[in-house]
């Protein structure tokens, strides 16, 4: 089943121990693993198949997550048998979930992802009711089909003997971590608060179930986890595998690729670019309130600290869009794509195959380009087409930091290598970017929680290797110009989407 699997060894292990990364993530399951001082020592992947059974579903199999999770898992520790396995962290895909029997573990659904939006009815008729007006001021979210609970209560609408399974505590709810957790060790049945609160379920101030929220989506409280700090000494221990090691850290996926890319002090973002582009803002120990399109969540709790917030935005449009102009033929297949000369005429080109994110949440899926003429070349169109997913970003950016006060931009994922993008970044944002050296933030930052849990890491350092730093080469007339032929191209966007 797994015949492209593969293993990649680098360097000796250095200290008296390794630490195991799971980084689960929507295609693949990579386990890294990472000597003290956070060097990578080996890593092994599994792919993860997406399954799309309906229109609107997407779904992963859970025998094939789990399967692909222990063979990874196992080959990573195998390439670095010589040392003893110090503690495992687990990352996930947040809103992502699954059902299994209490006591079996056997799964009875299959994982829905959080791409799935096989609630989007269930959320609109839920936004009628009184109950939902206060749930942004209660999760920090809005009522959206991404989160689980709205696919949980579908799913136990639908099957009476999930609801009845889930009444009686025979079932148990849990994200991925929780599930990987619970398969791996003795640990029980436990989450944290980054991957809780995405849920809809949690109370942001207090990181506590909700019952208000509980009865609002008909979740029984017997079907969740216990909701621990995010360094639990109490995970459990990972005994599946022919070795013995504490569970010492979970979390979500881009709460871990904050935290691994050293933003542990207020005002500092990491800025993921993948699919799309994920913004995340240490907000400091105190709930913030979000402005207008952007999310409150939390970004992890630890035993020592207490909680840690953020602010999240969404860019919903990089890689995928970039793949769809090449598809076109706005951007060539090979090489690299120039950043757009600001001081020539160029078109504007808002591409947006999957909606445009914060601050607008608009579902339109189109290209719009407004500027060109006959005159317009194949770089001005590449140009602008580039610009166009910039722009998307500085627009989570600009919306994220309503008050200008953001004082680090740290930027990793798989198109942190496309210098051209990184430039757009920063010349219509104003900010100097921060590129990581260590592109795999998730797993470098479940790692550092789980070797800071065990001890074997001081707290709270900032050891964040930089590879580059990209400054703005526009200036303030220019980036205002632009960003205001930006936002009337927009408009104009919408307002074709409105009228169809």
């Known amino acids: 089943m797994w015949d492209d699997r593969r293993v990649e060894s680098a360097r ?23 000597d003290t001082a956070l060097n990578q020592l080996a890593s092994a992947v599994s792919p993860v198949a997406t399954l799309r059974p309906a229109a609107g579903m997407v779904e992963h199999d859970a025998g094939e997550l789990l399967s692909g999770t222990l063979s990874a898992l196992s080959r990573a520790r195998e390439a670095v048998s010589s040392r003893p396995v110090a503690a495992i962290g687990i990352a996930d895909q947040t809103e992502t979930f699954v059902l299994w029997e209490a006591e ?20 609109r008729s839920l936004a009628g009711r009184p109950e939902a007006a206060s749930l942004a001021a209660v999760t920090g979210l809005s009522l959206d089909p991404t989160f689980s609970a709205p696919k949980l209560a579908w799913l136990l609408e639908r099957d009476p003997a999930l609801a009845r399974g889930a009444e009686s505590g025979e079932l148990l709810f849990g994200d991925v971590a929780c599930w990987l957790a619970w398969q791996l060790s003795d640990g029980g049945h436990v989450s944290e608060p980054s991957n809780a609160c995405r849920t809809l379920l949690v109370d942001l101030d207090r990181l506590s179930w909700d019952d208000r929220l509980l009865r609002l989506f008909g979740v029984p409280a017997a079907l969740l986890p216990e909701i621990r700090p995010s360094d639990g000494s109490r995970f459990g221990t990972a005994s599946r595998l022919g070795f013995e090691a504490p569970i010492a850290a979970m979390l979500g996926d881009q709460p871990a690729a904050l935290f691994g890319q050293g933003c542990r002090r207020p005002r500092m973002a ?7 582009a994920f913004l995340w803002l240490n907000a400091g120990s105190s709930r913030p309130q979000p402005p207008p399109g952007v999310l409150a969540t939390a970004a992890w709790e630890t035993r020592a600290d207490g909680p840690t917030y953020a602010l ?40 947006a195959p999957s909606g445009l994110g914060t601050p607008h949440w608009h579902p339109a899926d189109r290209i719009t380009m407004l500027g060109a003429s006959s005159a317009t070349g194949s770089e001005q169109l590449a140009g602008a087409a580039l610009a166009g997913i910039g722009h998307q970003i500085v627009d989570a950016l600009e919306a994220q930091d309503a008050d200008r006060t953001m004082d680090t931009v740290r930027v990793g994922g798989g198109l942190a290598a496309d210098t051209a993008l990184l430039q757009v970044v920063a010349d219509l944002s104003g900010l ?21 849990a065990v001890g074997l890491r001081a707290a709270g350092g900032d050891e964040h290797a930089v590879a580059r730093r990209v400054a703005p080469l526009l200036d303030a007339a220019g980036r205002g110009r632009e960003r205001l032929r930006w936002r009337e191209a927009v408009e104009v966007h919408m307002a074709e989407r409105a009228g169809e």
């Open 104 to 123: 079996s573990g056997r799964a009875v659904t299959p994982v829905v992802s959080w791409q799935d939006q096989r609630a989007a009815e269930l959320c």
């Open 12 to 34: 000796l292990p250095v200290g008296d121990g390794v630490i195991l990364a799971i980084d689960q993530g929507s295609s693949s399951t990579r386990c890294i693993a990472f």
């Open 312 to 351: 999240e935005a969404f860019g919903a449009n990089a890689g995928n869009a970039l793949g769809i102009l090449r598809g076109l033929g706005l951007l060539p297949e090979q090489g690299a794509v120039a950043a757009p000369a600001w001081s020539k005429p160029h078109p504007i080109v808002v591409a």
């Open 432 to 452: 100097e970017l921060e590129v990581s050296a260590e592109l795999e933030a998730t797993a470098r930052g479940i790692a550092a929680m789980a070797a800071e």
């Open 270 to 276: 990491a800025l993921t670019l993948g699919t799309g």
